[in-house]
């Protein structure tokens, strides 16, 4: 919960739609591969849900 609560206040924050390594300042990983999958079973759960949109180009954002 935490995760997604972090990503979608950068999402709401920023006026353009975020990079990944944005993303990955805000979860850092830590060189940790358990917290890397986490990051990203966050961020698919949050485009699944339709919280969120990733553009062709990987970037990450509000739906529209």
């Known amino acids: 919960r935490q995760c997604?609560?972090?990503i979608m206040a950068l999402l709401r924050e920023?006026?353009?739609?975020v990079k990944p390594?944005?993303?990955d300042a805000v979860r850092p990983?830590?060189?940790?591969p358990e917290l890397r999958d986490q990051r990203e079973r966050c961020v698919m759960s949050?485009?699944?849900d339709?919280?969120?949109h990733v553009h062709p180009d990987g970037r990450l954002s509000l739906p529209a």
Not at 14 to 17: A, E, G, I, K, L
Not at 29 to 32: E, F, K, Q, S, V
């Open 21 to 23: 390594v944005l993303i």
């Open 50 to 52: 339709g919280l969120a």
């Open 4 to 6: 997604r609560g972090q």
């Open 29 to 32: 990983d830590r060189g940790l």
């Open 46 to 48: 949050l485009v699944a």
């Open 14 to 17: 920023s006026t353009n739609p």
